[in-house]
């Protein structure tokens, strides 16, 4: 019961706080709360959590050391290793409907949960990349702006395009 008073009042004034670069105590307390109070990320100094980020229900999201999320996030289901880089507007997406039966509408469709996605250490997620349900992300790699990765990603990979695709390896 108290898991979701913590997550009561982040959605309706913890994530609302405004962002500043120049003041960095909004911050600070915004990554104060989210370690001490949902415990789902690891403080560490160097960790940025933005305003505006839906971070799921209790236990959906699990946050490593130095990582940065950036505003408007939507992290509905994932285990976030250390160093990563989320950029604005990047969906993480756990949930998936079965759509394969045609007897009942699709709006009643049954949703699969628990497809969490995984990010290892080290990535860099661009600006309004989505990352579909059970998709695993490696070490080092780099997703371009506006890719949606259906599929897993090798590590030390740079991808990109609609399904993303492999562009280049990192050395």
């Known amino acids: 019961m108290i898991k979701k008073i913590f997550y009561f009042l982040y959605y309706t004034i913890i994530m609302h706080l405004p962002h500043s670069r120049y003041f960095s105590l909004i911050n600070k307390f915004r990554v104060f709360y989210v370690c001490n109070f949902l415990c789902i990320m690891k403080k560490s100094r160097l960790s940025r959590f933005q305003n505006n980020i839906y971070i799921g229900g209790p236990g959906a999201v699990s946050i490593g050391n130095d990582c940065q999320i950036n505003e408007y996030a939507f992290l509905q289901g994932a285990i976030i290793g250390d160093n990563v880089m989320i950029a604005p507007y990047v969906a993480l997406i756990a949930n998936k409907k079965d759509v ?51 599929k897993d990603v090798e590590p030390m990979s740079v991808m990109g395009g609609v399904p993303a695709k492999l562009i280049k390896k990192r050395k």
């Open 100 to 150: 394969a039966s045609t007897e009942k509408p699709m709006s009643s469709a049954k949703k699969n949960k628990g497809l969490k996605v995984i990010i290892e250490n080290d990535v860099w997620i661009g600006r309004n990349a989505i990352v579909m349900p059970g998709v695993k992300i490696g070490k080092g790699s780099i997703i371009g702006a506006g890719s949606v990765v259906t």
